[in-house]
């Protein structure tokens, strides 16, 4: 039975300071109510280049996808309404089939994740076998035909979009104890992915050893019930970096970014120990403040190459850190006086410029950089 990391002692972890100089301003340039229902994920499209200045949102049992012009312009593109009024999306990701053709995937409630071809607008396939809701969706940037779910029914799935195959499950002795909040694929390790949760842990898998049935559900050409799922019971490393609940974790290369109910993201590096998996130690590097963000169900976004993570907190504040410099330094704290609800996600875009924020109010906010020849 894997025992949870104890965290390294030695070296204290280095602290951003709330009060350093701000070295990016942001001005509010559009804000959209969508609807009345809570909005609780945004995020870009990434995986396609001639649409990163498209992302969508999530919120009742609406998927929107919207695009960001000039000047401040959103436009809406599409709208999906599922057939299921009690449907609560809770998460969204840009996801593809092999030729290329974008999709949106998202799930919440209902623990169905639905595939929309957004070309489309159609459902390219629904995927069903988690037994309770759905927490965050994720994709393979270096095979966006995959991608993993977390859920409230203790475990993690690999999924093919393209053939609409479960290929693993990542549950069992060694897995999550209770609801998984959180998933992410390392940015370069094909095989790796960190799962996070209510159980207080952050876990790290691999599917190195089932590869070959990664391999095969791309090429699977009976129906998709009769594949052969593989279950993964064992990660390689747990680590108890947090106190509590842990509802969103990042990979920074080899590093991981996690954040609990306790006002700050955690910056720390696992420490595996090849021959004797589930051991090793959780060094904890750095930590970037966030005031009041003591509710959990919120979620950091960062830029395409991870330069500055944004995230919101209860009071309609977003905090934006610029992630590979010790000491931490705080680029930007955003604030609107109309801006008072919880944020649950941030939307960073590809080059960091814009910052969406979907709120719990049903409004979607737009920051834009101020650059010096506009100010």
């Known amino acids: 039975m894997s025992k949870p990391i104890p965290v390294a002692l030695g070296c204290e972890p280095v602290v951003g300071s709330l009060t350093s100089l701000r070295k990016r301003d942001y001005k509010v340039t559009n804000r959209l109510q969508e609807g009345k229902r809570p909005l609780y994920a945004v995020v870009f499209n990434f995986i396609d280049s001639r649409y990163f200045n498209v992302f969508a949102t999530v919120g009742g049992n609406r998927v929107t996808v919207y695009q960001c012009l000039e000047g401040g312009v959103i436009a809406v593109l599409q709208s999906y309404v599922d057939e299921d009024k009690d449907e609560s999306f809770y998460t969204v990701s840009w996801a593809c089939n092999i030729d290329g053709a974008p999709y949106v995937v998202a799930g919440g409630f209902n623990g169905i994740i639905r595939v929309i071809d957004a070309g489309s607008e159609k459902i390219h396939k629904s995927f069903v076998g988690h037994g309770d809701s759905i927490n965050e969706i994720r994709t393979q940037p270096l095979k966006p035909s995959l991608v993993v779910s977390a859920s409230k029914d203790e475990s993690v799935r690999l999924w093919n979009v393209h053939t609409g195959i479960c290929i693993l499950i990542f549950a069992g002795a060694g897995g999550h104890r209770n609801e998984v909040l959180s998933v992410d694929f390392h940015p370069s390790d094909i095989y790796r992915i960190a799962s996070c949760g209510m159980d207080n842990t952050v876990k790290i898998w691999s599917m190195k050893e089932f590869w070959t049935y990664v391999e095969k559900s791309f090429t699977w050409t009976d129906l998709p019930s009769k594949f052969p799922t593989k279950y993964v019971q064992f990660p390689v490393f747990i680590a108890s970096v947090h106190t509590n609940y842990v509802d969103c974790n990042r990979w920074l290369g ?122």
């Open 254 to 375: 080899d590093f991981i970014l996690s954040k609990s109910v306790d006002n700050e993201i955690v910056l720390w590096e696992p420490k595996v120990k090849e021959q004797t998996p589930g051991e090793g130690v959780a060094d904890i590097l750095q930590k970037y403040p966030v005031p009041e963000c003591d509710i959990w169900f919120i979620k950091f976004s960062c830029d395409f190459h991870y330069n500055a993570a944004a995230i919101g907190n209860r009071e309609g504040k977003i905090f934006v850190w610029e992630l590979q410099s010790s000491p931490p330094v705080l680029v930007a704290r955003l604030s609107h006086a109309q801006s008072k609800s919880p944020i649950r996600q941030t939307a960073m875009s590809y080059d960091g410029s814009i910052i969406l924020s979907c709120c719990e109010d049903g409004t979607i906010w737009r920051w834009d950089v101020v650059t010096n020849s506009t100010t």
